[in-house]
T-cell receptor
Framework: DSGVTQTPKHLITATGQRVTLRCSPR?????VYWYQQSLDQGLQFLIQ???????AKGNILERFSAQQFPDLHSELNLSSLELGDSALYFC?????????????FGQGTRLTVV | DAKTTQPTSMDCAEGRAANLPCNHS???????VYWYRQIHSQGPQYIIH???NNETNEMASLIITEDRKSSTLILPHATLRDTAVYYC????????????FGTGTRLKVLA
């Protein structure tokens, strides 16, 4: 158990819909990262937050948005969903503000768009 | 942008050392090399990281060449539970927080 909690574990939704994925980081960790992993693909960096502020942006679509709340949990919002958005979405947290050193990953949310 | 190149797959006999290479010839001078692994579809797990010197922890050893253009992750006594995809990671842009995992090496430990 990494200490990072992601909910829900599985999500099935229709095209055009909007979903919210939730991540609770390890206690004390200020950094949260979001990654997308499509079938047989590597992990694609989406976005990073540190202590409530956006720190880095990757290849995140405009239909996607994220935020980190004062209690440090984070949410990834995916809207106008398309079939190609079906993937595993991972959240990771780390104590450090920048480096991914010793980041701990959650077990992911498997999103299926039908 | 810094990039890494890894073999797509490797096999290793149980109990033997697994040596996983990574090429990162465009790495910047002060950037670390990180290694993670992903077992089946679980969340990736941090293994080790290094800058210039060789590093060792309870999971693995990391050997970085003197010119820093490549590195090798060594699992000294591979077990069946080490079967996973291993990612060599560098920062995409110095000064940012973007890390690219790539497609990694699929290591299969054989009984």
């Amino acid at each position: 158990d990494s200490g990072v909690t992601q909910t829900p574990k599985h999500l099935i939704t229709a095209t055009g819909q909007r979903v919210t994925l939730r991540c609770s980081p390890r206690s004390g960790d200020l950094s949260v990262y979001w990654y997308q992993q499509s079938l047989d693909q590597g992990l694609q960096f989406l976005i990073q937050y540190y202590n409530g502020e956006e720190r880095a942006k990757g290849n995140i679509l405009e239909r996607f948005s994220a935020q980190q709340f004062p209690d440090l949990h984070s949410e990834l919002n995916l809207s106008s969903l398309e079939l190609g958005d079906s993937a595993l979405y991972f959240c990771a947290s780390s104590a450090r503000g920048g480096a991914i050193t010793e980041a701990f990953f959650g077990q992911g949310t498997r999103l299926t768009v039908v | 942008d810094a990039k890494t190149t890894q073999p797509t797959s490797m096999d290793c006999a149980e109990g033997r050392a697994a040596n996983l290479p990574c090429n990162h010839s465009t790495i910047s001078g002060n950037e670390y090399v990180y290694w993670y692994r992903q077992i089946h579809s679980q969340g990736p797990q941090y293994i080790i990281h290094g800058l210039k010197n060789n590093e060792t922890n309870e999971m693995a050893s990391l050997i970085i060449t003197e010119d820093r253009k490549s590195s090798t992750l060594i699992l000294p006594h591979a077990t069946l539970r080490d079967t996973a995809v291993y990612y060599c990671i560098v920062r995409v842009e110095p000064g940012t927080y973007k890390y690219i995992f790539g497609t990694g090496t699929r290591l299969k430990v054989l009984a």
